[in-house]
């Protein structure tokens, strides 16, 4: 199992939810953090935590949306540290919407840019360093980059892309010693769904999804955590999760009841 003591480890969307969680729990191991996100006043707030834990710590603020904030994040991590050996991709944004409610389909292409392209410029940017480090690239996709979920039409959209992208490159990168996690979370107990995009790109402020049973967010930072030490090739969460992935080739049409199930009461 991998420690991560001085381990120089990139995080981005850590100012809150599973990042600053994974971050926290990271520190314990004394490692170097880099932590990414747009607010900087909770950057520094998830920073002195992680200090207080034992981390040395790096803030970078970072729209993962733009392609030169994800070099330049990625620049002044190796100008601190001299190298990296782990990127964890973890920004993102959620989407609840049904396609037909859908006016301007601009929408797609926006959050293709913070949840596809906002993983691939940083990996893009650390490939070198990884190479020469034989680190490790951990992608936080979904399960709903794994099983098609109605109302998020746009936010599959990008999860399947995301899980395709970072599956390829487990191949590619086997070579050279560097190894690809990708970790699909179901619901989690955090603010992603409510701070999501409604129909118009907007804050929708609502789920839109039953969250009975969400699993907490120190429990999904914490399984993370573990795929990470064993540099696991993927961490599917939940039973349900892995259930779902079976039932998908033996008996399709149970699976559309389930996903159907899975939207809020009431929408």
């Not at 293709?112 to 020469?132: E, Y």
């Not at 970790?183 to 009975?212: C, F, H, M």
Request: hydrophobic fraction near 45%; aromatic fraction near 4%.
């Amino acid at each position: 199992m991998m420690s991560f003591t001085n381990m120089v480890i990139v995080i981005t969307g850590a100012s809150d939810g599973i990042g600053a969680e994974l971050a926290r729990q990271l520190s314990r191991d004394k490692p170097k953090l880099v932590l990414a996100a747009r607010r900087l006043d909770a950057l520094q707030a998830v920073a002195a935590q992680c200090e207080a834990l034992g981390a040395t710590t790096f803030v970078k603020v970072t729209d993962v949306s733009i392609e030169a904030d994800c070099r330049s994040l990625i620049a002044h991590a190796v100008d601190k540290y001299g190298r990296i050996d782990v990127l964890v991709n973890n920004a993102g944004v959620s989407m609840h919407a049904n396609f037909a409610e859908i006016s301007d389909t601009a929408v797609y292409e926006n959050l293709m840019r913070i949840n596809l392209m906002g993983s691939i410029w940083p990996t893009h940017a650390a490939l070198p360093h990884l190479k020469s480090s034989k680190g490790l690239v951990v992608a936080v996709a979904s399960l709903a980059g794994l099983i098609g979920v109605p109302g998020r039409t746009t936010y599959c959209a990008t999860k399947f892309a995301q899980t395709g992208f970072f599956e390829a490159l487990r191949v590619e990168l086997a070579p050279d010693g560097v190894d690809v996690c990708i970790v699909y979370p179901g619901v989690v107990a955090t603010e992603i769904r409510r701070n999501g995009w409604n129909a118009k790109g907007q804050t929708a402020g609502v789920s839109g999804l039953n969250e009975a049973g969400a699993m907490s967010v120190e429990e999904c930072a914490g399984l993370i955590m573990s795929a990470m030490r064993l540099r696991k090739r993927e961490e599917v969460m939940s039973a349900k999760g892995k259930l779902g992935r079976w039932i998908k080739l033996i008996a399709p049409t149970k699976l559309d009841a389930m996903a159907r199930a899975a939207l809020a009461k009431g929408r």
